[in-house]
């Protein structure tokens, strides 16, 4: 296999294509930190942070559970247990990953690259998380919480009050999702003796505390549109998410997983993207504070 076709591969096992959930919420928290439009230089490294960051994490997640995925019906045709990659290779890749997040931080801000190794160790610790408690859908939600955080510290070189709002904001939300798309490993789970809260509260125990995190995400995203004082296209946005956030759940609501389709997916990515543009219009009408 070539070169070329290994990196086709790799992104292909990693969902390259996904970063659409994450990056959109570090612009959020980039135009919200700069009230404003923050410079092409920052654009530029926050992109090859998270870049760096979510490719590190998604490779070296399928390297620990390159033995889980292959005894898994639904994953054992991804690249490590279909010896499509090596561990040698990924690793590689991982490698690579970790400098570029490493160094665009150590461009951005001081404290960027200083808080780097606690990023990593959150992304090395929800890896194996799965495997001594159900709570690894809230540690994901903290890794992915990491992108406004992140993108706040570059921008301002300090943390306040709003950045934690939008990363709790995400938090929720990234953990809520996390919870639905793990139904679809239940039984698995509970064959193998992996933790979960699926495999912990069933699907009607899922499906309730699901909603609860989404509802607490909208709430956390309410409070910051009241403590930025944020305008009208923000509050468009946040009713926009609140409703396709409604829409998942009622497409779900008597624990038909059938639902659990690309197309269902995909919609976080446009909630991520809907949040965005509501923070940029307001960026460039005025109405952010």
Request: glycine share 8%; proline share 4%; hydrophobic share 55%.
């Amino acid at each position: 296999m070539t070169v070329c076709a290994r990196v086709r591969v790799f992104l292909e096992m990693i969902k390259f294509s996904h970063t659409i959930f994450a990056l959109p919420f570090a612009f959020t928290g980039a135009l919200l930190a700069a009230g404003g439009l923050p410079t092409l230089p920052q654009v530029g490294w926050i992109v090859c942070a998270m870049v760096g960051a979510r490719t590190a994490a998604m490779g070296l997640n399928r390297v620990i559970d390159a033995e889980i995925d292959a005894r898994n019906p639904r994953t054992s045709g991804r690249a490590i247990p279909a010896g499509l990659l090596s561990r040698g290779a990924v690793l590689f890749f991982i490698a690579l990953s970790v400098l570029l997040m490493l160094f665009a931080a150590r461009m951005l801000n001081p404290l960027c690259l200083y808080l780097s190794p606690v990023a990593l160790g959150f992304i090395l610790l929800y890896s194996y998380c799965k495997r001594f408690t159900a709570l690894a859908h809230v540690v994901l939600g903290i890794c992915l919480s990491g992108a406004p955080l992140g993108a706040w510290i570059a921008i301002r070189g300090d943390l306040e009050l709003p950045a934690f709002l939008l990363a709790l904001a995400v938090l929720f939300w990234v953990a809520g999702f996390d919870i639905l798309y793990a139904l679809q490993d239940l039984d698995f789970d509970r064959q193998s003796g992996l933790h979960s809260i699926p495999s912990k509260l069933g699907v009607t125990g899922s499906l309730w505390t699901a909603r609860l995190f989404h509802l607490a995400a909208c709430g956390f995203l309410a409070a910051l549109h009241l403590t930025m004082n944020l305008g009208p296209f923000f509050l468009v946005g946040l009713v926009a998410t609140c409703g396709m956030l409604l829409y998942e759940h009622w497409l779900l609501r008597r624990g038909n997983l059938d639902c659990l389709d690309a197309a269902f997916f995909n919609m976080n990515g446009y909630i991520s993207v809907t949040l965005f543009l509501a923070t940029l219009f307001d960026t460039l009408t005025g109405g952010a504070a």
